[in-house]
Structures are given as structure tokens and as C-alpha cells.
């Protein structure tokens, strides 16, 4: 009885396995899989060619060198998004080729992407609280309170995912004082300075508010 349970399970099961094969299925499967494997393969090659580009859009003295390296390097993030939208890296590369050219808002744009929830499942906690601080440091460029709100809450919550970075307290500290927020200020430095004793703005920033931690 048992055995010819097994005879008719293993007749069943080849049945549909040779159905299968008669429907291209396994192929199509394998091909769907090989696409995907060359998308992902040529995401990562158009991102590390914008990588690249912007490297030496960085290092460059000639501005106008320098903008179009920039440029090349957004061109190389773009491709690589419209393989795999789903990679923070590559928005967070075009933002900071956007940046390089002066695109201050379009770069705020593509690093909202980047951080935004589907997205930034990508990154790991340091990363994202690393975006978080160049949307602030963008943010801060335009000197505009409402974008010195918008990147406080950045920065705050940059600090809880990677509080061992001194430049974002630094920044937070830049940003309450532009509030006129001097105890808020005072204890962003003093966090800036206990992470990094040699930073110089924090120590500047805490003798300029009369603050005895600078001593």
C-alpha cells in the first residue's frame, strides 16, 4: 500500500515537472533571473563610473572641469537608478553630484529618495545617519530658517543612528546658534569636542559663547 502510495506520488510529481519543461517555465524562471542579475550587474558598474566622475569632479581645480566632471557623474547615478530605483547609493551619489554643480534643491530631492522609507531599507543605521547629515549640511546652504528647522530634525536624528560623529554636532550646534538657542548650541559643541578634541569650530564655536568647556 505504502509503495504504491510512492509510485503514484513520484508519477504525479514527474507529470507536472515534464508539464513544466514542455512550458518553458524553468527557462523562462532562469531567465528572468539572469536579467535581474544583469541589471543589478550594471547598476553597480553605472554607479561606480559616477563614483569616479565625481572623485575627480572633487579633485580638479578648473571650475568649469569640475561642473561637468559633476554633471557626468548625476548622467552615470541616473542610469543606475533606472536599473535598480531601489538602491540609496545611487540617489545619494546624484545628490552629491547635484551639489557639486550648485543644485542645491535637486540634490535636497534626491537625497529625500534616498531616505525615504522604501529606499533607505538599503542603507544600514551609520549610512543612513551619514545622509541625514549631507541633507542637513545641503539644507543649511540656503541659510533659509525654515530649511535651519528642517535640518535640526535631520540632524538630530543623524546623532541617534551614528553618535560618534562630531561634525554633526557640530552642524547642530551651527544651527541652534543660529536660532539664538545658546544652551542647545553649547551642548552640541561640547558633544562635537568630547568625540574629537582637535575640532577646531566646536572650540571656536564654545569660546565665542563664553562656555568653560573650551578651556
Not at 541625514?132 to 535631520?154: C, H, N, P, T, Y
Request: glycine share 4%; aromatic share 6%; charged share 30%.
Amino acid at each position: 500500500m505504502t509503495s504504491d502510495l510512492a509510485m503514484q506520488a513520484a508519477f504525479i510529481l514527474i507529470t507536472i515537472l515534464m508539464f513544466m519543461w514542455m512550458q518553458k517555465i524553468p527557462q523562462n524562471l532562469l531567465t528572468k533571473f539572469r536579467y535581474r542579475n544583469r541589471s543589478s550587474y550594471d547598476a553597480k558598474r553605472h554607479f561606480i563610473t559616477g563614483a569616479q566622475l565625481l572623485a575627480k569632479s572633487r579633485s580638479t581645480k578648473d571650475h568649469a572641469s569640475s561642473v561637468r566632471l559633476a554633471k557626468s557623474a548625476a548622467d552615470e547615478a541616473d542610469k543606475s537608478i533606472s536599473l535598480d530605483p531601489n538602491d540609496a547609493a545611487s540617489h545619494i551619489l546624484k545628490a552629491l553630484a547635484l551639489d557639486a554643480q550648485g543644485l542645491i534643491s535637486a540634490a535636497v530631492e534626491s537625497l529625500d529618495v534616498a531616505l525615504s522609507p522604501l529606499t533607505a531599507k538599503s542603507l544600514s543605521y551609520a549610512e543612513r545617519g551619514d545622509a541625514l547629515l549631507k541633507r542637513a549640511e545641503i539644507k543649511v546652504k540656503g541659510s533659509k530658517r525654515g530649511r535651519v528647522d528642517s535640518a535640526i530634525e535631520d540632524l538630530v536624528e543623524s546623532v541617534k543612528l551614528k553618535g560618534d560623529n562630531p561634525k554633526a554636532y557640530w552642524l547642530l550646534g551651527e544651527c541652534y546658534e543660529k536660532k539664538t538657542m545658546k544652551d542647545e548650541a553649547v551642548d552640541a559643541y561640547e558633544r562635537a569636542l568630547r568625540i574629537d578634541h582637535e575640532c577646531v569650530a566646536a572650540r571656536d564655536a564654545l569660546n565665542r559663547l563664553g562656555s568653560t568647556q573650551s578651556q
